[in-house]
């Protein structure tokens, strides 16, 4: 299933998408947070309801500890796709990093409740809800 509407089909529109893609991966890759957020902004032009990348984005902001731009991101990839659970592990970092733990903690239960297996996502729900209580 396809979840990227791409608004240009022009090749420049698409080449400007993978290049943004491919680079913002790359910038992640070396910890370039804010250049992995500004490559992957120029792809959403192209496609701005691609869900995958803006979970990216949502990632470069907070590693960035820019928690609120972050969730903002996180928001806007759940209400894309609400039954990803990656969408709601990326609000739980969020939030995590804005410190509203128990926020945080709900977030990531609710992406166990779509992937019961996830260690990542129980790891975090663990360590959020330990700094609740």
């Given at each position: ?9 022009e ?56 928690g ?46 779509l ?19």
């Open positions: 299933m396809c979840h990227v509407i791409i608004k240009s089909v090749p420049e529109g698409f080449e400007k998408f993978l290049q943004g893609k491919r680079n913002g991966a790359k910038a992640f890759q070396d910890e370039q947070y804010v250049w992995a957020a500004y490559w992957y902004s120029q792809a959403l032009e192209v496609a701005p309801t691609d869900a995958t990348l803006i979970s990216n984005r949502s990632a470069c902001y907070a590693c960035l500890q820019q609120s731009e972050a969730l903002m991101d996180a928001t806007e990839c759940i209400s894309l796709r609400p039954d990803w659970p990656k969408a709601h592990y990326r609000a739980g970092v969020a939030l995590s990093v804005l410190k509203r733990y128990g926020e945080a903690a709900d977030a990531f239960f609710k992406g166990l409740t992937d019961p297996r996830n260690k990542e996502l129980a790891d975090a729900f663990r360590f959020n809800f330990i700094c609740i209580n």
